[in-house]
């Protein structure tokens, strides 16, 4: 089972009570500009990052960010599901899903005992 912890509070997020979000407009912005702009790597827009939050802990919940329950995201098959579903949007790759997906391994990790 994974454990998802609120990035503002540190707190752990029970089902119900949060959400893993992205500001996808942000994201698709910047996707849009990477595409049609030629930019050297070291001038490229920034990745727009996912983040973990109690619904009480979002800054901007007026936003029409892009969301998923907690819950929805509590097993490694469940993860993967989502990764596939995001793979088909437009802006995944201008956000840091692989850093979200890094800290679901390394959790996951953590509670495998040695073989």
Do not use: F
């Amino acid at each position: 089972m994974i454990t998802w912890t609120c990035n503002k509070c540190s707190k752990p997020i029970e089902d119900g009570a949060g959400y893993v979000i992205v500001d996808a407009v942000e994201a698709d912005r910047c996707e849009e500009e990477a595409v049609t702009t030629p930019v050297d790597m070291t001038d490229a827009p920034g990745r727009v990052a996912w983040e973990v939050l109690h619904a009480g802990c979002d800054p901007h919940p007026e936003r029409s960010d892009y969301r998923v329950a907690v819950e929805r995201m509590r097993t490694p098959a469940q993860v993967l599901h989502w990764t596939t579903h995001l793979m088909k949007t437009s802006w995944l790759r201008s956000t840091n899903w692989d850093d979200l997906l890094e800290v679901v391994a390394a959790q996951l990790d953590a509670g495998t005992p040695e073989r």
